[in-house]
């Protein structure tokens, strides 16, 4: 299980980019970069990352199920997935 920060720090950043959006949309549609340039860095929605909500690993992400494919196997086979079944041909 990786440490809270990580979760507090990517939540403070979904939090920028909503604060930002509309600001950001603006000086993009006017191609003023040295404006954005001058915004936060947090406020680029590509700083954002994708955690798994339950290990809290980043890599191996599946957004349909927001998390990540180790939980995803583990809760498939357990049958905690409603329509998710073992391939078998």
Not at 17 to 26: C, G, L
Not at 49 to 72: D, E, M, P
């Amino acid at each position: 299980m990786p440490k809270k920060a990580w979760f507090e720090r990517n939540k403070r950043k979904k939090e920028t980019v909503a604060k930002y959006a509309a600001k950001r949309a603006e000086l993009k549609a006017r191609k003023d970069y040295a404006g954005l340039a001058a915004l936060p860095r947090d406020a680029s929605p590509v700083r954002v990352v994708n955690r798994c909500a339950i290990s809290g690993r980043r890599h191996g992400f599946i957004r349909k199920f927001n998390c990540s494919r180790l939980v995803f196997r583990e809760m498939a086979l357990n049958g905690m997935i409603p329509g998710v079944i073992k391939a078998s041909w």
